[in-house]
């Protein structure tokens, strides 16, 4: 399993520190997954990644920070958790996820 974050600045102006600052703090708060530099997730300029994530998902448009997606290592299955979701609400999704495509590809 790969973690991986996406800083945007669209909400709120949350995110206003530049790429470094940003991996930084999240080296400090001991988060070890891949820090991408900063993108739009939604309109105009939006990353060609949301733009995938949200189609494959069929979740329309991202509201807030923090929104998560649990992508099947194959990109065909995508579902998404918004904000308010924390990572043991999510778990046993993930866990579903990786049993299936273990088992699909003995």
């Known amino acids: 399993m790969v973690i991986i974050a996406f800083p945007c600045n669209q909400f709120g102006a949350q995110e206003p520190k530049s790429n470094a600052q940003i991996a930084e703090f999240c080296k400090r708060r ?10 739009k997730v939604n309109g105009f300029g939006a990353s060609p990644v949301f733009d995938f994530l949200k189609v494959k998902s069929k979740s329309g448009g991202i509201m807030w920070n923090f929104y998560k997606y649990v992508v099947a290592p194959d990109g065909r299955q995508v579902t998404r958790f918004t904000t308010a979701a924390t990572p043991n609400a999510m778990a046993a999704h993930i866990a579903a996820t990786i049993a299936k495509w273990d088992e699909a590809n003995k």
């Open 30 to 39: 001991g988060f070890d997954g891949a820090v991408m530099k900063k993108c």
